[in-house]
């Protein structure tokens, strides 16, 4: 029998209960893994996210949470090599066709980041102008 993966929930790494349901390789029909969510403490996982996930997310200035968020885009370039190679397993795709996805999704994102970090600076800079 596969892997059962296990889910983060408030902030720990728990399995859930039962069969699962199995993921296959679209082209293969192999299973990879199981996921669950049977039995889980979602009622916990909410709060976590509100109280403790939410409280920390607000306490970062707009600046921090648009650097956290060009940490991601990095982090997710670094591994655009294999998001190519899971394209072809997955479907056959060419790299050259697999790039209208992986190429410009990493564009759109890291555009938005960037943008988001000039507005910030824009506002930063007009809020701590001198009084008139």
């Known amino acids: 029998m596969t892997e059962l993966l296990k889910n983060y929930v408030g902030g720990q790494w728990v399995a859930g209960s039962g069969d699962g349901v199995t993921l296959t390789d679209p082209v293969t029909g192999e299973a990879l893994v199981r996921v669950s ?3 889980l ?3 916990r996982a909410f709060g976590f996210a509100r109280e403790q996930a939410g409280a920390a997310l607000r306490a970062l ?3 921090q949470r648009a650097a956290r968020l060009a940490e991601i885009v990095k982090l997710l ?3 655009r090599d294999d998001y190519y190679a899971i394209a072809t397993a997955n479907s056959g795709t060419t ?3 697999s790039a209208v996805d992986i190429a410009l999704g990493f564009y759109h994102r890291r555009s938005a980041v960037q943008a988001s970090s000039a507005a910030i600076d824009a506002l930063t800079r007009i ?5 008139a």
């Open 77 to 79: 370039q670094a591994r």
């Open 37 to 39: 969510s049977e039995s």
């Open 41 to 43: 403490d979602l009622a």
């Open 61 to 63: 200035t707009y600046a």
């Open 127 to 131: 809020t701590h102008l001198p009084a």
């Open 95 to 97: 790299r050259n066709d």
